[in-house]
């Protein structure tokens, strides 16, 4: 157990529609990242937030946003869903933001889109 | 842009047999390297690190060198067990996030 938990494990929706996943990071973490699993695309980096503010953007298309709460509890809002947004969304953290901290990810949250 | 380059699998061992599963990467500047392990229905969890060059990461058995003249950074295991069948996954964290390899897949039979 990497102490990052995810909700919901499972998720299945119809295209056009909107979801929230929900990410809590390891207790004292501030850095919280999102990342999207796919057969085609491999593991990408999505977005990571530091201490509630926008560290770094990676491969999020613009119907996604994310948000990082005063709690440090972090969601991922996806929206106007296609088809190929079904894929395993995992949450990470980390004490810190630099190359060198470890990030700990959750058990991920797997979507299928119908 | 960085970039990481594994070897494709599967990747079919017997039990006790050496494992070398390589990685080599593409960075602009001094990245730190990484080995995650996903094993099935689960996340990533991570097996070892190296933040600079001659560095060696190890843990369980499993163990990398940083090298730079060679921009690599190879898994090894002298003696696998059925027990590690699972996906391997090299990365590189340049800034603070991380770019992985396609990942490989190690199938351990007894």
């Known amino acids: 157990d990497s102490g990052v938990t995810q909700t919901p494990k499972h998720l299945i929706t119809a295209t056009g529609q909107r979801v929230t996943l929900r990410c809590s990071p390891r207790s004292g973490d501030l850095s919280v990242y999102w990342y999207q699993q796919s057969l085609d695309q491999g593991l990408q980096f999505l977005i990571q937030?530091?201490?509630?503010?926008?560290?770094a953007k990676g491969n999020i298309l613009e119907r996604f946003s994310a948000q990082q709460f005063p709690d440090l509890h972090s969601e991922l809002n996806l929206s106007s869903l296609e088809l190929g947004d079904s894929a395993l969304y995992f949450c990470?953290?980390?004490?810190?933001?630099?190359?060198?901290?470890?990030?700990?990810f959750g058990p991920g949250t797997r979507l299928t889109v119908t | 842009g960085n970039s990481v380059t594994q070897m494709e699998g599967p990747v079919t061992l017997s039990e006790e047999a050496f494992l070398t599963i390589n990685c080599t990467y593409t960075?602009?500047?001094?990245?730190?390297l990484f080995w995650y392990v996903q094993y099935p229905g689960e996340g990533l969890q991570l097996l070892l690190k190296a933040t600079k060059a001659d560095d060696k990461g190890s843990n369980k058995g499993f163990e990398a060198t940083y090298r730079k003249e060679t921009t690599s950074f190879h898994l090894e295991k002298g003696s696998v067990q059925v027990s590690d069948s699972a996906v391997y996954f090299c990365a590189l964290s340049e800034r603070s996030t991380l770019t992985f390899g396609k990942g490989t897949m190690l199938l351990v039979s007894p």
């Open positions: 990470a953290s980390s004490v810190g933001a630099g190359p060198s901290y470890e990030q700990y």
């Open positions: 937030y530091y201490n509630g503010e926008e560290r």
């Open positions: 960075a602009t500047g001094y990245p730190s």
